[in-house]
């Protein structure tokens, strides 16, 4: 192995520099946090430049005595931490190139930087290959970096889609994720408000966090002509957020800038990274539109940082406990109104998680429902224009009010507003579902997956507007082809199995339950083919754990419909009518209620919920 002789103490490339005896790496003289070990591999690669420093090299320098470390994902870690600390791709490499199988090299120019004592801060170089990159190294001090690539026309066709990929956590600490998921989140809602660009939702783009595919293969999964990647780091006060722009299917570099903010003022650069990029990808802006992205907007810092939280769990709930998530969301958002009650964004935060605690029974409507309608009035008092709270003022309206006109209203005017918020679609699309409007319904969860196409609970619902047209089949199928993406999903499975159930399909009905691992869907199953123990069983244990926490008597009501207990049924109905339970303005639709439909006491109901 060649031995690299000890480098001068400080190098140079590009903008960077890495100083030996401070164990640092510094942009513009200010540093980028590195770990030990990148830090270590960049200065190997560094000692000999232009040259191929192996992979054998690189574990003998950097793990010499361990032997109980995975090298492979050891150094390929390592290597990629350092690209996303100086802005650089396996791709389109402008530092490190990789060896296929053999190492790496390090391709840019390097030089002696001099002794770092009594040195001023140096000059930045506007080189045409640094204006191409990728803008890694975030800023501190108050002066944000910024350097442009000019799209020239050539080799660029129009871009009517974008895909914000997660920004990367360059903290190092993970626990930082919640506030760099939360900005990415955050510049998604506001390009999502412009009607000229179809934007993918923050939902499907997440499945690609940490995700090492190439960005044009990305796009092609996405169905995007663009992507806009970044990072995103906060230290103390302070936050540093990059991003730059690609044309995917050339993977040409368009745009790129950094940014440094207080917290407090991150709602205002939200709007203002969502104009810079609608002008690079030449975004036709309505007057409302471009005021709505130029509105000054601010939040105590503190209060900003809970409402991330907040959102960090509410995004969770499919994914962790449904209970706990909701429960940690509206603690968050609790907290961050209570440090600034004129947020009017954690304000509808607040309301629209208050809306799934209800429909999901995490709590009991007489809690969950006064307080969506609170919450969203407060938002629409102190911002008129926010999409989030009009959505959560539409369900209220629908579920509490039963004010049907009224709720379909706010989930348009919600629509307006924000085009591409799938909250909105998806809650408008249960609307349509419950009232019977099976072909409208359709088109609104079409829509949505445009925008959101891996959302699985819109592909629910998709199925669900099949059925109700009759088209079993192609429902069943779209189930099918939605379980290939998350096999694991119980709301999926159980919409397939409940679907073979109805169309008297019960052994494969009972397949689809048994892979769940559902008891009670099991014994629904039995119940139908004459077998009711099981379900009584099921009945005994409901009753128990109603014992501990709410039940929703719509979930009595189903069990007792299942064994032709009507009257029993109808009782459990009258209680979820009253109540408001989340649930029972989808009765109207629901294949579980068709054994009720030709009693009067239903089509009575039906009149009570103005569905008739």
Same mark, same amino acid.
């Given at each position: ?434 009232? !019977? @409007?099976?072909? +409208? =319904? ?6 949505? %997956? $445009?925008? *959101? /196409?891996? &959302?699985?609970? #819109? ?10 047209? !009759? @088209?079993?089949? +192609? =429902? ?6 939605? %379980? $290939?993406? *998350? /096999?694991? &999903?119980?709301? #999926? ?11 008297? @399909?019960?052994? +494969? =009905? ?103």
């Amino acid at each position: 192995m060649a031995t690299a002789s000890p480098g001068p103490r400080v190098v140079r490339f590009g903008a960077f520099e890495l100083d030996r005896r401070a164990g640092e790496l510094r942009k513009d003289g200010l540093k980028v946090k590195l770990a030990e070990k990148p830090l270590r591999l960049l200065e190997l690669l560094l000692d000999r430049p232009g040259e191929v420093v192996t992979r054998e090299e690189l574990r003998q320098q950097l793990w010499p005595a361990d032997t109980f470390v995975d090298f492979d994902n050891s150094i390929n870690n390592a290597v990629n931490r350092v690209r996303a600390a100086v802005g650089d791709s396996a791709e389109s490499p402008r530092f490190i190139e990789t060896l296929g199988g053999r190492g790496y090299r390090f391709i840019a120019p390097v030089q002696d930087g001099g002794p770092a004592e009594g040195r001023s801060r140096p000059t930045r170089r506007r080189t045409l290959a640094i204006a191409g990159a990728f803008v890694a190294a975030l800023l501190a001090g108050g002066l944000a970096l910024t350097w442009w690539e000019r799209r020239d026309g050539a080799g660029t066709g129009p871009i009517r889609s974008l895909a914000v990929l997660p920004l990367a956590n360059l903290s190092g600490n993970p626990d930082e994720d919640y506030f760099v998921d939360g900005l990415t989140e955050a510049v998604i809602t506001d390009l999502a408000s412009i009607r000229s660009v179809r934007v993918i939702s923050r939902q499907s783009v997440m499945r690609y966090k940490g995700s090492q595919k190439p960005l044009p293969e990305i796009a092609r999964e996405l169905g995007v002509d663009a992507v806009v990647e970044g990072s995103a780091a906060r230290s103390g006060s302070r936050v540093r957020v990059s991003a730059q722009l690609l044309y995917a299917p050339g993977d040409r570099h368009l745009w790129a800038k950094s940014y440094e903010r207080d917290v407090g003022d991150l709602l205002a650069l939200q709007g203002e990274v969502a104009r810079t990029i609608a002008e690079e990808v030449r975004a036709t802006l309505t007057p409302e539109e471009r005021s709505r992205l130029a509105r000054s907007r601010t939040a105590d810092p503190e209060a900003y940082d809970l409402y991330l939280r907040g959102r960090y769990f509410f995004n969770r709930r499919y994914n962790d406990d449904l209970r706990v998530a909701l429960l940690k969301s509206v603690v968050y958002l609790e907290q961050a109104i209570a440090r600034d009650p004129r947020f009017a964004l954690a304000q509808a935060a607040l309301a629209e998680t208050y809306v799934p605690t209800n429909g999901l029974d995490v709590l009991p409507p007489w809690e969950a429902g006064p307080r969506i309608r609170e919450y969203a009035l407060k938002a629409l008092a102190l911002d008129p224009d926010l999409a989030e709270a009009r959505t959560a003022l539409g369900n209220y309206k629908q579920v509490v009010e039963l004010d049907w006109a009224g709720a379909e209203r706010e989930f348009q005017r919600a629509l307006e507003l924000n085009p591409g918020y799938p909250t909105a679609r998806l809650w408008y699309s249960f609307l349509l579902l419950h009232e !019977g @409007r099976s072909e +409208e =319904a359709l088109q609104q969860t079409e829509r949505g %997956l $445009e925008n *959101d /196409p891996f &959302s699985l609970i #819109l592909r629910d619902n998709n199925a669900w507007a099949l059925t109700q047209l !009759g @088209r079993n089949d +192609e =429902a069943i199928s779209r189930l099918q082809k939605a %379980l $290939e993406l *998350d /096999p694991g &999903s119980r709301r #999926l499975r159980g919409q397939l199995a409940r679907l073979y159930l109805d169309l008297r @399909r019960h052994q +494969e =009905a009972l397949a689809e339950y048994e892979k769940m691992g559902s008891q009670e869907g099991i014994a629904l199953v039995h119940a139908a083919m004459g077998q009711p123990e099981e379900l009584r069983v099921v009945l005994a244990r409901l009753h128990e754990t109603a014992k501990q926490r709410y039940v929703s008597p719509l979930e009595f009501a189903s069990i007792h419909t299942a064994l032709g207990e009507k009257d029993r049924a109808f009782a459990y109905l009258d209680e979820a009518y009253r109540t408001r339970a989340g649930s029972i303005t989808g009765i109207k639709t629901t294949p579980q209620w068709a054994p009720l439909r030709s009693d009067p006491r239903f089509t009575d109901l039906l009149r009570r919920l103005n569905l008739l």
